[in-house]
């Protein structure tokens, strides 16, 4: 489906605005890669934030955002079953469209809006820029309208920020492959060059969600940007092919043969080893 071409970046744009606009975004694209049924139905049925991007929504906030977050952020210091209590604080905050985090999590959000920001390097990219900024193009191949939302971008520079259990090079970068981060990163850097006619920097600055909140400032590399643009590439095909024919298959649209763990065929040597052969149940 041919678009008008679109380039832009677009502060100020609030996020329920920003959802509401029916361009491609990389969200979308992870979910044809369940199924293309999964991706049609979530187009219509956005999936709830839980309790964990809840929380990383308001330490993007803290750390991005920080004079933002103090006006949009309320904190309960006391349990939920505090009955009455509880459902007057929550009418009060939604009166005020006010955001609650129990005072366990707000002390956690505090504490990496601080390792941040005390981090040199992750400092150096956040001492002047913009954050959240929405970016918008005509993808320069299909020429579908697309979007995406940079947390904060400087000069020529995108820059994310995750939370993760462990920043440390290799569980981060599993945590990365397994969430697909790597298509998000291809895709904006991608859609600032369609923007821009030249290509980002791409960084990511990672915070650890559990103390001591150590963090880690990562230079993205060509070879992880090729490697998400493969694949995000694939899924846009994916999209642009089911729209064509106007169906939307399961994720097994016909009969396949069930393979179990490796771990579950283990070899006789194996079961020797054990000492279980000759066992009877």
Known sequence: MQTQAIGALRHGIPFAEYQGRRSLNISALKNIGRSPLYYRYRLDHPIPPTAAMELGTATHAAVLEPDRFALD????????????????????????????????????????????????????????????????????????????????????????????????????????????????????????????????????????????????????????????RVEYRRLLDRVIECEAAGTWPGAVPGEEHLSLPSWVYESESDIEGLGLEGEES
């Open 73 to 228: 952020y309320v904190v309960w210091d006391g349990g939920r079953r505090a009955g009455k209590a509880w459902e007057e604080f929550q009418a009060t905050a939604a009166l005020g469209s006010l955001r609650i985090l129990p005072a366990k999590d707000y002390e956690s959000v505090l504490e990496m809006q601080t390792a941040v920001r005390a981090n040199l390097h992750a400092a150096a990219y956040l001492a002047y820029g913009s954050a959240e900024v929405t970016m918008e193009w005509a993808d320069d191949v299909t020429g579908r309208d697309c979007k995406g939302r940079a947390d904060w971008i400087t000069g020529n520079t995108i820059v994310g920020l995750k939370t993760a259990k462990d920043c440390r090079p290799v569980p981060f970068g599993n945590q990365a492959a397994r969430l697909g981060y790597h298509l998000q990163w291809a895709f904006y850097a991608d859609g600032w060059t369609t923007i821009h006619g030249k290509a980002p920097r791409m960084v990511e600055i990672v915070v650890e969600n559990v103390a001591p909140h150590d963090v880690a400032v990562y230079v993205i590399g060509e070879d992880v940007l090729e490697a998400g």
